[in-house]
């Protein structure tokens, strides 16, 4: 299971970090991503990370203001977002997929992020 939390209200220029809670097995050899969907858009990647070895890969909308972590011994996994901007606007989800799988196979509810002008 995957559950993200940490979404709210917050001002442009302003910084949250969403985490997201990963259980139910081991994650050895398993990317983590990070993904949003905005209001009438459809949903787009924003990062991963390898749960092995931490490497990680942003998009190249967010690469600059994002950083993604993972905590192996508590099983988390984070996304820091820095200097928001009303068009981050959006439900920021947690996935899951094997090193060996194309798509994500597992996805937790989003997270809320709103950002205000």
């Known amino acids: 299971q995957l559950q993200a939390s940490g979404g709210g209200l917050v001002q442009a220029g302003g910084s949250l970090r969403l985490s997201c809670a990963a259980s139910?097995?081991?994650?050895?050899?398993?990317?983590m991503g990070w993904f949003r969907q905005a209001p009438g858009k459809e949903r787009e990647f924003v990062a991963h990370?390898?749960?092995?070895?931490?490497?990680?890969y942003y998009s190249d909308s967010v690469k600059d203001r994002v950083t993604i972590s993972r905590d192996k011994a508590n099983n988390m996994v984070y996304l820091q977002l820095n200097s928001l901007k009303p068009e981050d606007t959006a439900v920021y989800y947690c996935?899951?997929?094997?090193?060996?799988?194309?798509?994500?196979?597992?996805w937790g509810p989003g997270t809320l992020v709103t950002v205000s002008s």
């Open positions: 996935a899951a997929r094997s090193s060996a799988a194309r798509e994500y196979q597992r």
């Open positions: 990370i390898t749960w092995n070895l931490g490497t990680t």
């Open positions: 139910g097995r081991t994650f050895t050899n398993w990317i």
